[in-house]
């Protein structure tokens, strides 16, 4: 099983632009993953899918998102209006008005969790949210579970762009996810505009990088103003997750081309023969 995530997609943030920089990363990244090959089973798209809750903005998105072939999954973040966002996407299930649900179509069960608190930059997972979790992934009966949230609950180093440290919601939820760690293959997010990777709960946290232009990799605490770059124009970003016996591996891309160094011809065959060789031996 081949899943593709996106994430931090931001269309609106230019407001009545309908060809904005946003839209057209999106559009980049699509076509970017409408390419892969093989082509992937499931698309997930973890949060922060508008800039301001906009209806038109979920609207351009269901537009662009129709090129794709395989089912997707919609999950919120903290820029989503859940309302403007059921309006253009009626078909995704809620739970006590958070966007919660479960998807058992795929030899990975999928969890959506929502980690949105209105007014909340960061991430929120309150008592109700945490009680629903805990009965999805109790009823499980050993099967693996892929959850996908939109904030990471752990601390990255970016300070002020997620969670610190024994955060009360980062707290309750890893509780939940430490007590059925032995199902719970994997942790996706986004939210950071970053890749990154880390052990959490028993688990991996896996966040893939943004559709929308990224956060400077910079690690240092801000205590001054010192003019250092905070967003840069790398190229849109996508994650594939591949789902095996041995369990998920994940990859990141990014939805420019590089220039071609090698081609698989005449030339590189014999050392690609060589190296499958020895894993065969």
Not at 24 to 35: C, F, M
Not at 40 to 54: H, N, R, Y
Not at 199 to 226: E, F, H, N, Q, Y
Request: aromatic residues 6%; hydrophobic residues 45%.
């Amino acid at each position: 099983m081949l899943i593709a995530q996106i994430t931090d997609i931001h269309l609106g943030f230019e407001a009545d632009n309908a060809c904005e920089l946003n839209r057209r990363r999106l559009d980049r990244t699509v076509e970017a993953l409408l390419a892969v090959d093989p082509a992937p089973d499931l698309l997930i798209v973890s949060g922060d899918l508008a800039d301001k809750g906009e209806p038109a903005s979920y609207r351009r998105l269901r537009d662009s998102l129709a090129a794709c072939p395989c089912p997707v999954v919609l999950c919120v973040g903290n820029h989503d209006s859940r309302p403007n966002f059921h309006a253009a996407f009626p078909q995704t299930p809620t739970s006590e008005g958070f966007v919660q649900y479960v998807l058992d179509d795929w030899p990975l069960r999928i969890v959506v969790l929502d980690t949105v608190e209105e007014g909340r930059h960061g991430g929120a997972f309150c008592e109700r949210r945490a009680r629903w979790l805990d009965e999805r992934l109790g009823e499980a009966a050993g099967r693996p579970v892929l959850l996908v949230l939109h904030h990471p609950p752990v601390p990255t180093g970016i300070h002020w762009m997620t969670a610190q440290a024994r955060e009360p919601w980062t707290l309750r939820l890893s509780q939940v996810v430490s007590r059925h760690a032995d199902v719970v293959v994997a942790a996706v997010c986004g939210h950071l505009h970053r890749p990154m990777v880390a052990p959490w709960a028993g688990t991996t946290l896996i966040v893939c990088p943004s559709v929308a232009p990224p956060i400077a990799l910079d690690l240092k605490a801000m205590v001054r103003l010192d003019n250092r770059p905070m967003v840069v124009a790398d190229p849109p970003g996508f994650a594939l997750h591949m789902w095996t016996a041995d369990g998920l591996v994940s990859h990141f891309g990014i939805a420019e081309p590089g220039e071609v160094l090698a081609r698989y011809d005449e030339t590189m065959a014999p050392l690609v023969r060589r190296f499958t060789a020895e894993h065969d031996e």
